[in-house]
């Protein structure tokens, strides 16, 4: 396959992907749903402001946004989502006053024609779109109005010091006055109605909600609409299309490899090692105390599951509630893994070259104690900010944004952001002697630094939001960051620094590696990126979003089947010489990235990605078990890997003691797996069965999660989680071992 070709096909990909990406980003701004000047009754009681609706907004995010509950599916497990439970209590309140009103009795107590009568007036009342375009108000009934009260006293009671809402917030892991004061619950509550609100009315001159119809709920009849169920059929004709071309074009290049003799000793011994190449060492520290703060901050957030505001006792959530411990999971689980990957590029990137930059240690430890800062500075503000300790700019600035995966203060995410264009420049100027030399290696080095650029400039699609954006724009560009940043041009720069090591080490040519490069990152990208509208299905956007995240989201999961070429290839390279034996746990790490694409991105990522499929389990433990296999199985163990082949390589002398690092290998896969298996995805499977059954609020709530053999199935992941949390320790045991001799000898 000519290398020019292929160049042309990656430019087309990415040219019309974002071209798409970009007109249909167009159409949610256009039609999301609106946010009024002011929601009024029809007797002309002015309820709230459009001003108190984003202030609420501001007050949600402030608290932990989608680290506490969710809103339209986006965030954590452990409280409800706030939409469908609010929603789920209005329509039971309308639909018991009127019960009383005409029948003396509550809407569970009538006959099912009883029933059928006032489920239509329900569907009416709350479906209506009562949304005045040029008053910019929003009408609703008195009656309405009554419920708002009635459900924002009950929230209040949740997120304040209600009495009666005590075994809730246990249930639900809020600590007592989570919301210091009633003005700001009162535009929290504001929020909330108007988030609900977009979740069950009508689009103009439309029969489908703003969220497409999404929560499951029947009373106010919510239900799949024919286009979800229309391209959920068409996803599935789709992968299997692609699978099968994906099989004849593999079966139609067998044995056209490129076999490279296998040198009988390490073409890398003996390579000179630059004071900057030695300085990233530091970094490998500090990846590995922040994997043990996140397994840490990990066993707590479960461990609040089962116990709610206490771990084993001790009121915990008085000072770290699950909020704050979640977010730190979360976010720590970001830093560690980007920090490797950047890391592993500021090592390599001289011994590509075969020189080093003037000042490229000074360059590579200034970036070093930046990044701390940056970490140790927005862990700081999420504490505060969670714990109301920040106004409502402040927080946005320096404490908790409130969405997942982006919950970092917009001043940590400008410093990190110039940080990633630090790390650009050191890894250009290092590479810059390589490209000129035109060497064989060229267009991989270029590919190379394509996705180095990518890195550092998409996560900026994380600066396109403001304090009080709209809620559909901010998650617009949150998954650019999300999807695009840490699940697309990671992987290509996984991809691509991959291919080098292998190259570097004679084990691949440079031909067949540069074109399985830029094949690979064609066949990704082509899925990947109009891909990142499976995650906005039901954020507020039109039905143009949802064909096309259900259509290219199938395309991404094409490649993951055929995973086990790649492991294939990479477990025979363990024993093709004696020297390469020295690498069997980093290329292991690779065999383990290829298991859980096939597994966790492959299998559970489309297990919940179809429409149909995210229709009843968007924000379940079905949520949970993709993110935790694809992110820590895929990116955590390519970042795992990168560090073990950057510290082989700077002491190819020693040899490793094969003991701590294999149990730590196979603690960490079976822990992960037995935690997945036994736990939390026959949660997400009982959960989906209520969805389905009753309704998503009910698969959410209380009452459903505090079953005897939920809470069974929370306590048996400590199994996996125990396990897991020991291979995490003897690792960092190995990593520590290696600078002070205690898993190392001498060959």
Not at 36 to 59: A, F, L
Not at 444 to 472: K, N
Not at 572 to 601: H, Q, R
Request: hydrophobic letters at 50%; charged letters at 15%.
């Amino acid at each position: 396959m000519k290398t020019k070709r292929l160049w042309y096909g990656f430019i087309a990909v990415i040219v019309l992907s974002f071209a798409v990406l970009l007109y249909f980003g167009r159409e949610i701004y256009r039609e999301k749903p609106p946010i009024p000047d002011q929601i009024i009754t029809t007797s002309g009681e002015v309820i709230v402001s459009g001003q108190d609706i984003k202030d609420g907004q501001n007050v949600w995010q402030s608290i932990g946004g989608q680290e506490i509950g969710s809103i339209w599916g986006h965030g954590a497990y452990q409280a409800p989502d706030w939409t469908a439970d609010w929603l789920h209590r209005e329509a039971v309140f309308l639909l018991d006053y009127w019960g009383n009103a005409e029948f003396d009795h509550d809407y569970k107590d009538l006959n099912n024609e009883q029933k059928g009568m006032l489920e239509a007036r329900l569907q009416k009342e709350m479906r209506t779109n009562t949304y005045d375009v040029g008053s910019r108000n929003l009408v609703i009934s008195d009656l309405r109005a009554k419920a708002f009260k009635a459900i924002g006293d009950h929230f209040t009671g949740v997120f304040m010091d209600g009495e009666a809402q005590a075994h809730l917030r246990e249930a639900y892991a809020i600590p007592v006055n989570t919301v210091k004061d009633q003005e700001r619950m009162d535009k929290m509550n504001a929020f909330f109605f108007w988030a609900t609100w977009a979740t069950v009315t009508n689009r103009p001159e439309q029969e489908i909600t703003y969220t497409n119809n999404w929560p499951a709920e029947e009373l106010v009849g919510n239900r799949p609409t024919s286009s979800l169920l229309l391209w959920t059929g068409f996803s599935v004709i789709i992968l299997l299309a692609g699978i099968g071309w994906m099989g004849w074009f593999y079966a139609s290049n067998r044995g056209k490899e490129e076999h490279n003799d296998m040198p009988l000793e390490n073409p890398v011994m003996g390579s000179k090692m630059f004071p900057s190449m030695k300085a990233t060492l530091k970094y490998f520290w500090v990846v590995t105390l922040l994997m043990l703060v996140q397994i840490t901050a990990g066993v707590i957030t479960a461990h609040y599951g089962v116990e709610g505001s206490a771990f084993y006792g001790i009121p915990l959530d008085q000072w770290l509630p699950y909020s704050v411990t979640r977010t730190w999971h979360v976010q720590i689980g970001i830093f560690w893994i980007a920090t490797s990957w950047l890391a592993t590029g500021l090592f390599f990137a001289p011994a590509i070259a075969g020189k080093e930059p003037k000042y490229q240690k000074l360059g590579v430890n200034v970036l070093f104690l930046s990044l701390l800062v940056i970490v140790v500075g927005s862990l700081v503000g999420q504490w505060m900010g969670i714990m109301q300790k920040l106004g409502y700019a402040e927080n946005f600035w320096f404490g908790h944004q409130g969405y997942e995966y982006v919950d970092l203060g917009r001043f940590w995410q400008i410093f990190l952001f110039a940080g990633l264009f630090i790390w650009l420049g050191l890894m250009a100027r290092a590479l810059l002697p390589a490209l000129r030399a035109r060497t064989e290696n060229r267009n991989l080095l270029i590919m190379f630094l394509i996705a180095s650029l990518a890195i550092a400039s998409f996560y900026g699609a994380g600066l396109m939001w403001g304090q009080q954006t709209h809620l559909a724009i901010a998650e617009y560009w949150r998954w650019w960051v999300v999807h695009l940043w840490v699940e697309g041009f990671f992987e290509v720069f996984a991809t691509v620094i991959i291919a080098f090591l292998f190259v570097r080490m004679k084990l691949l040519g440079a031909q067949i590696a540069t074109t399985t490069v830029i094949f690979s990152t064609i066949i990704f990208l082509s899925g990947g990126i109009l891909g990142t509208f499976h995650h906005l299905y039901f954020s507020g956007t039109p039905v143009a979003v949802l064909a096309l995240g259900a259509s290219f989201s199938a395309l991404e999961v094409v490649p993951l089947v055929f995973m086990g070429f790649e492991a294939y290839h990479n477990i025979n390279l363990t024993k093709s010489g004696k020297w390469i034996e020295d690498y069997k746990w980093p290329i292991y790490c690779f065999v383990a990235v290829a298991f859980w694409n096939f597994l966790g991105a492959g299998i559970f990522g489309f297990l919940i990605n179809p429409p149909v499929a995210l229709y009843y389990m968007q924000g379940l433990n079905t949520t949970a078990v993709h993110g935790h296999t694809a992110l820590f199985g895929v990116y955590g163990f390519l970042g795992i890997g990168l560090m073990l082949f950057v510290l082989r390589d700077m002491d190819l002398t020693v040899k490793w003691k094969d003991g701590p690092i294999k149990f730590a290998f196979w603690s960490i896969n079976i822990g992960l797996l037995l935690m997945v298996l036994i736990s939390v995805l026959p949660i997400g499977l009982a959960q989906t069965w209520a969805s389905v059954k009753v309704g998503f609020w009910y698969a959410r709530s209380a009452e459903f999660m505090q079953q005897d053999y939920i809470s069974t199935l929370k306590w048996m992941r400590v199994f996996g989680d125990t396990i897991f949390a020991a291979g995490m320790f003897v690792l960092a045991y190995h990593i520590f071992g290696l600078k002070f001799g205690w898993t190392t000898e001498k060959k």
